[in-house]
C-alpha cells in the first residue's frame, strides 16, 4: 500500500543535541512538507520541497533544516539551535496538478526535550 | 495574507446528533478548501475538499461541506454523530496553482454517550 512512514514514533533529546527526523513516501509524488503541531496552535509550516535537491523556508524554519537528495525522502534535523523542540511533527506530501493543495499525512513522531 | 479561523476551540454533543464546525477563511480568489481530521496521536486524515463547482461537498465517513462563498465560510456537517468521530477537525485553505496549505487552529469534538 501507498503511504508516508515517519521513524520514530517517539524521540527524546537532550538539550544540545541534533536529532533527525525521517520521512518516508512510496506515493510517487514531488511535494513534500514539514509541520509542527503544538496544542491549540494548528499546524505551522516549517519546511517543504517541490523537487529533489530544492527546498523552501516555511513560517518556522529557524532552528530546522532539511535535505532532498531523494525523491522519496525528506529528513528534518532539528538542531540545538531550537529553543523549544518539544511538539508534534507530521511530515506530508502532494501530487501534483490541480490537486497539489491536498496533502497526504504521515503519523506523525513526537519529540520531547528532556 | 490567507488566515483560516474556527471559532470553536471545544465542541461537545451527544451521540446520534447532529453537528456543524465552523470555518471562516480570508482570501481574495476562490481558494482550495479542506477538512481533516486527526486521531490523538496520529496523523491528519483528509475528510472532504473544495475545488470548484458543486457548493455542497460529500465526503467520507457521513460528513458534508458547503462552500458559501458570500459568507466565506466552508462549515462541516454531520447528521447524526458517532462515539468513533471523536477527534480534532481541522479546516484548511490553499490557493490555485500554489502548494502550501493553511490549517486553522482547530476544533475539538467530543462526543457523549
Known amino acids: 500500500d501507498g503511504g508516508i512512514t515517519q521513524s520514530p514514533k517517539y524521540l527524546f533529546r537532550k538539550e544540545g543535541q541534533n536529532v533527525t527526523l525521517s520521512c518516508e513516501q512510496n506515493l510517487n509524488h514531488d511535494a513534500m512538507y514539514w509541520y509542527r503541531q503544538d496544542p491549540g496552535q494548528g499546524l505551522r509550516l516549517i519546511y517543504y520541497?517541490?523537487?529533489?535537491?530544492?527546498?523552501q523556508k516555511g513560517d518556522i524554519a529557524e532552528g530546522y533544516s532539511v535535505s532532498r537528495e531523494k525523491k522519496e525522502s525528506f529528513p528534518l534535523t532539528v538542531t540545538s539551535a531550537q529553543k523549544n523542540p518539544t511538539a508534534f511533527y507530521l511530515c506530508?506530501?502532494?501530487?501534483?496538478?490541480?490537486?497539489?493543495?491536498?496533502?497526504?499525512f504521515g503519523p506523525g513522531t513526537r519529540l520531547t526535550v528532556l | 495574507a490567507q488566515s483560516v479561523t474556527q471559532p470553536d476551540i471545544h465542541i461537545t454533543v451527544s451521540e446520534g446528533a447532529s453537528l456543524e464546525l465552523r470555518c471562516n477563511y480570508s482570501?481574495?480568489?476562490?481558494?482550495?478548501l479542506f477538512w481533516y481530521v486527526q486521531s490523538p496521536g496520529q496523523g491528519l486524515q483528509l475528510l472532504l475538499k473544495y475545488f470548484s463547482g458543486d457548493t455542497l461537498v460529500q465526503g467520507i465517513k457521513g460528513f458534508e461541506a458547503e462552500f458559501k462563498r458570500s459568507q466565506s465560510s466552508f462549515n462541516l456537517r454531520k447528521p447524526s454523530v458517532h462515539w468513533s468521530d471523536a477527534a480534532e477537525y481541522f479546516c484548511a485553505v490553499s490557493q490555485t496553482g500554489a502548494n502550501n496549505l493553511f490549517f486553522g487552529t482547530g476544533t475539538r469534538l467530543t462526543v457523549i454517550p
Open positions: 506530508a506530501s502532494s501530487p501534483p496538478g490541480r490537486e497539489r493543495g491536498e496533502q497526504f
Open positions: 520541497s517541490q523537487i529533489v535537491n530544492d527546498f
Open positions: 482570501y481574495g480568489a476562490t481558494p482550495y
